[in-house]
């Protein structure tokens, strides 16, 4: 099966996950968050540990069993009926997270366009990840070691997947917007090159 993809892309604390559920919500689009998959996993479960290894020190969780249990998770939300590969969009928020994985999914997406979302403003970036870190109890936001090693992390490994799927298929959107302006930007560009579908 092949999935045709958006993909939103951009640093902790951008905006991804807060556009991604809006998406998700028009008819014809799935939105799927990979941090979002990994954190339903029961904390005491062999996974579950694995993941509060890596994810408090705001690293990646091994690219392996990161695809492993992401392909799981879309495979039963397809026999839930809940995503319609048919038809939806799926718009993933938080994978691919690295080249590799990108490649490991070259075969799985059919990646239809890329917003990358840019906030430049890295004060704003720190203040919506520790509000949110208290709201969720999110534990690799609580301090600013880790949130300074998850921006690194971003830097590294994840800014690269843009080269990777070139400038030709990605929107930059200024996130350091509110978010219903953040929206319109994207839903602005949707439009335009859906209109062929
Ligand atoms: P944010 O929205 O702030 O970028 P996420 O909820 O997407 O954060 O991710 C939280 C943590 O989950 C990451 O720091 C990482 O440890 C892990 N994670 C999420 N997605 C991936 C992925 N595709 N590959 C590896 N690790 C991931």
Not at 26 to 45: K, Q, T, W
Not at 142 to 169: F, T, W
Request: proline content about 5%; charged content about 30%; some cysteine.
């Amino acid at each position: 099966m092949v999935y045709k993809s958006l993909l939103l892309f951009g640093a902790p604390g951008s905006g991804k996950g807060t556009q991604g559920k809006i998406l998700g919500k028009i008819p014809g689009f799935y939105h799927c968050a990979c941090g979002d998959v990994f954190r339903s996993v029961d904390v005491n479960s062999a996974f579950g540990q694995e993941f509060l290894k890596y994810s408090s020190k705001g690293q990646l969780v091994p690219d392996d069993i990161t695809i492993g249990l992401w392909a799981k998770q879309i495979e039963s939300m397809q026999n839930l009926g809940r995503f319609k590969p048919e038809s939806d969009y799926l718009v993933l928020d938080g994978i691919p997270r690295n080249v590799a994985q990108a490649k490991m999914l070259k075969s799985t997406l059919d990646v239809r366009h890329v917003f990358h979302l840019d906030c430049p403003d890295k004060a704003k970036v720190y203040e919506r990840l520790k509000r949110r870190a208290l709201k969720e109890n999110r534990l690799d936001d609580i301090n600013d070691e880790v949130i300074e090693r998850r921006q690194k992390v971003y830097e590294r490994e994840s800014a690269p997947v843009l080269d990777y799927y070139g400038e030709k298929l990605i929107t930059h959107v200024n996130s350091d917007q509110p978010p219903f302006r953040v929206l319109r930007d994207i839903l602005n560009d949707v439009t335009a090159w859906t209109d062929h579908d």
